[in-house]
C-alpha cells in the first residue's frame, strides 16, 4: 500500500469509531444481538476503552510536563474514540489557554459545558478564561457569574470576573475617548 491510500483508511478508520462504539453501546443495551456477537462486541468495546484512557493518561503526563502539543496529540486521538468526553474536552481547553490558542480552548470548554452542562465551576471558569483570552470580556463575565452561581466562595471565578469587569469598563473609556462603538472585541493586554 502507498501512503496515500494508507493515511485514507487511517482517516475513514478514525471518522467511523466513534460511529461503531455508538453502535455497540446502543445494540448491547438492546440485547439486539447473538450470544457470540455480544461477547465479541463487549471485547471490542472494552479494548476501545483501554485504548481511550492510555491516550488520556499519556496526554495528561505529557501535560504535566509541559509538552502541551504532544499532550493535544494524544487526547486528539483518545478524543477519536470517544467524542463525547467531557473531561477530555476541559484539560484540552486548559492546555490551549497554556499555548496561547484562545480561540480553539473557547471551542473545547464550551463542548465540555454543552456535554456535561450541570459541571461543577471549574469548568466554567475553563471556559470564561478561554473567552476573557479571546477578548470576549462580556462572555467571560457570564461564564463567571455562572461558576459563581453554582460555588458563590470561588475566589478564581471571582478574580477573573474581576479582570473581566476591568477589560469591560477600560473598553468602555476608550468608546468614550473616540474609539469606534463598533468595536466590542478587546485583546488581553492590548497597549492603548
Known sequence: MNNNTTNTTIKKTQQTIPIRIKTIQSSTRKNTMSHSTLRASHQILQTLQKLFHSFQAEGTKLAEGGKYREALGKWEAALMLMPENAVLHEQKAQVLLEIGDAWNAVKAATRATELKPSWDEVRMVTLGRAQLNFGEPDSAIESFDSALAIKPDSEEARDDRHTAMQ?????KQLHSSGLS???NRYAVGEKT
Open 181 to 183: 462603538p463598533t468595536r
Open 167 to 171: 477589560l469591560v469598563k477600560r473598553r
